[in-house]
């Protein structure tokens, strides 16, 4: 049984560090249990041109570990392992790996989501040389380029219009003649003149390995199975994200897609004490920069409860 903390924070990336450097500042010891993949989506990113404070662009791995080493230098404790079961039925809460229990008076949720990949070895290859799933983050490496998007949703059409801006031609790639996304999307992407589609198709291979970058895509048509080659500079793979919610879906409340509820104007989960950070509750902004000041947020409103639990009554600090 280890003693009893003041906050844990799971999750190591923008969302989490941001909180660790926060409490530890408050002098909250915190301890982060940071997951054996530490750094988030940050980790499959090359370089990072739009964090403020970063005039040069810095590649994303470095940037984490920026975060990382400045939460450490005021105290924050980490655990490079997974969380596998979590209780909050009582504070103070408990936050399990393996058998191994961890004790706090709050909690962090900082687990972020995970952009959905099209599952080639190929498509992994090719991660930050090419192949992106962020226009916002990615678009302006690929000006006066030819790149494709591969999705048929909002989120596709959204990130082909955005991609417009920057690129001579963009290419939407999609496994059918029908949209998932709304008409008013679709007809925006249709009527932009930079814009083509090939529909009924799928992404078979990206190619570009032996060159270190992408220089194209296999397309299969999904009626006849044939194939031909289109050449690229950049695949943006638009097929939607998933928040790594499943540890807290019977504890906490969240939407039809997993992404956790919070109070509006704060990180405030159904559960008193315990609160979430960064992408895992948020599926509109997704940069890292919003997950910073998501996790900042999560710091101040746990320090705040805290504060406000040493003048109640026991029996009032553990109901949720």
Known sequence: MNDVRDVIIIGGGPAGYAAALYTARANLRPLVIEGFNWGGQLMITSDVENYPGYADGILGPAMMADFRR???????????????????????????????????????????????????????????????????????????????????GDSAMEEATFLSRFANKVVIVHRRTEFRASPIMVDRARGNEKIEFVLNAVVEEVLGEAEGHVTGVRIQDTATGETHVLDADGVFVAIGHDPTTALFLDWLDHDEQGYLVTEAGSTRTNITGVFAAGDVQDHTYRQAVTAAGSGTMAALDAQRFLEEQQHLPEVAATSA
Request: overall charge negative.
């Open 70 to 152: 400045q939460a450490e230098r005021f105290g924050a404790e980490f655990v490079t392992d997974d969380v596998t079961r979590v209780d909050f039925a009582e504070r103070p809460f408990r936050v399990y790996i393996g058998d191994e229990e961890h004790r706090a008076d709050a909690v962090i949720v900082a687990t972020g989501a995970s952009a959905r990949q099209i599952g080639l070895p190929s498509e992994q290859v090719l991660q930050g040389r090419g192949v992106s799933y962020c226009a916002t983050c990615d678009g302006a490496f690929f000006r006066d380029k030819t790149v494709v998007v591969v999705g048929g």
